[in-house]
């Protein structure tokens, strides 16, 4: 009898290949141990609710009162909510029409794309344009949406930086593309090379890959790092001699925690360095509500906003969005405040920088915890947290290691973060799910948890790496790089 349509051997041999290690078989263990009784502390996903971090005030009371319109009406309702949370939920229930349980324009609600509009150009000094800012349900739709556009099969590569999120290599296995890997300089603070650009993209020309566009996470995602004005620069001039459209993606621009290098969107460097780049150069640039010190994840809020982008494959991409007929509606409301916050003299204020500011101070904090801890453990080496929520820590393994998890049929970095989950119930993810270079191991966690607790996290991991390495090393040491 021949194989199902639905059985394994008959699916789409793409879905077989697309992995996507956050959710892989380190947290699929995690799950499975929680259900036992122990207790999991889930450091695999940039999930900041799910850590204990508290929902800012204001957009949950304007939501919620969007949510169920019919409290407005309430004469106590004055008692609950203040005054501006409940003009900017009747501000945005005029824009929806039939409220957030109806169907909204395919590209999103007009009135919020224009508030997303006035934001990149109250950030960049440049203006934007609401009908090329499209909302989304997270930054991850908007980024697979794109893709889909560019990539039409195996011949067309994407140049994604590796250590890379894998919310990338999934989507273009998905899509029957090809990932094109471009490797950061660890030893330079993950730095970027435009040497090793050119290399990988001459590499894929040999290989008849037709390379058409090119990644940054900035802040980056596994590694932390903030991408200089001047390394923009140079990427904006190699898409443009390279003929590359760029995917900015900029979700993590809030989480910003040093002040050498402030977030600069690829937009406003495109625009500071003028024709003809910036009427040439092809650019498309994601935001979410997902991280920042909203950390609003389940919400699923995203936008992606056009730069040079040609009419007739604009409308292409209205097309795509609209067989999915409309984003996530309250999503969207969540997006039109976070690009507009309340202002100096509002009700809500002052509670709410209280919030945000107390948010960003202690995740700056909780980065400096982390990279101290891991760089004070044995044989770990750990580059500061610059940006975004993670820290991405080299694990330097000794040869029985290697050879010991070889023997139980695991890759190195996935055999000492299984050790580390079953040992403390500490949730990582292996650096082989986000690519590295052949020979060096990493794990990836957030800087998440809550502030007390750090101490004893880095205790725990400290105390499991310390008799990991004594196990497994031959006493012979390591250096440090």
């Not at 945005?92 to 997303?116: C, Q, W």
């Not at 330079?188 to 650009?197: H, K, P, Q, R, Y």
């Not at 001699?241 to 290098?261: A, K, P, S, T, W």
Request: aromatic share 10%.
């Amino acid at each position: 009898m021949p194989p199902k349509p639905l059985d394994y051997e008959s699916i789409n041999e793409n879905v077989k290949k697309s992995q996507y290690a956050v959710r892989g078989e380190l947290y699929l263990r995690a799950s499975e141990l929680q259900k036992e009784g122990k207790k999991i502390i889930f450091t695999n996903v940039g999930n900041p609710h799910a850590l204990g971090q508290k929902p800012l005030s204001f957009p949950r009371q304007v939501v919620a009162l969007c949510q169920a319109p019919f409290l407005l009406d309430d004469p106590n309702v004055g008692l609950l909510f203040p005054a501006d949370a409940i003009a900017k939920a009747k501000h945005y229930l005029s824009m929806t029409g039939g409220g957030l349980g109806a169907y909204s324009d395919s590209r999103g609600i007009p009135g919020v794309r224009k508030e997303v509009a006035e934001f990149i150009q109250r950030r960049d000094g440049y203006p934007s344009d609401p009908e090329l800012i499209y909302l989304t349900d997270g930054a991850s739709k908007g980024v697979m949406q794109i893709l889909q556009t560019i990539i039409g099969g195996q011949g067309d590569g994407i140049l994604v930086p590796v250590p890379q999120y894998p919310l990338y290599s999934a989507t273009i296995a998905l899509l029957g593309g090809s990932l094109v890997p471009y490797y950061l300089e660890e030893t330079a603070n993950w730095g970027l090379d435009i040497n090793e650009l050119r290399q990988s993209v001459n590499q894929a020309r040999y290989k008849g890959i037709t390379v058409k566009a090119m990644v940054i996470i900035n802040p980056g995602n596994p590694t932390g790092q903030c991408l200089s004005e001047a390394n923009l620069r140079e990427v904006l001039q190699f898409c443009f001699e390279e003929n590359l459209v760029l995917l900015g993606d900029e979700v993590y621009q809030q989480n910003i925690y040093q002040d050498e290098r402030p977030f600069v969107s690829a937009k406003k460097v495109l625009m500071d360095i003028g024709p003809p780049l910036s009427k040439e150069v092809q650019l498309i640039s994601f935001h979410t509500v997902s991280k920042g010190y909203w950390g609003e994840c389940g919400q699923r809020g995203g936008y992606f906003e056009m730069t040079n982008i040609p009419p007739e494959t604009v409308d292409q991409i209205y097309k795509v969005a609209s067989i999915s007929l409309s984003p996530n509606v309250p999503a969207q409301i969540f997006m039109g405040l976070m690009v507009n916050p309340p202002k100096p003299g509002d009700i809500s204020y002052d509670q709410f920088v209280r919030e945000s500011k107390g948010i960003l101070e202690s995740l700056r904090r909780r980065a400096r915890i982390m990279t101290d801890g891991f760089n004070s453990c044995r044989n770990v080496v750990c580059n500061f947290t610059e940006g975004a929520m993670y820290s991405f820590p080299q694990i330097r393994l000794p040869p029985r290691a290697i050879e010991a998890a070889k023997q139980a049929g695991k890759v190195p970095d996935v055999f000492y973060c299984l050790k580390l989950l079953e040992a403390t119930g500490i949730s990582t993810v292996p650096g082989s799910g986000f690519g590295q270079k052949e020979g060096v191991f990493h794990l990836r966690t957030t800087i998440l948890p809550a502030e007390e607790d750090m101490p004893a996290i880095m205790d725990s991991f400290k105390k499991f790496n310390d008799d990991f390495m004594e196990q497994y090393e031959d006493h012979r040491g390591y250096s440090r790089m």
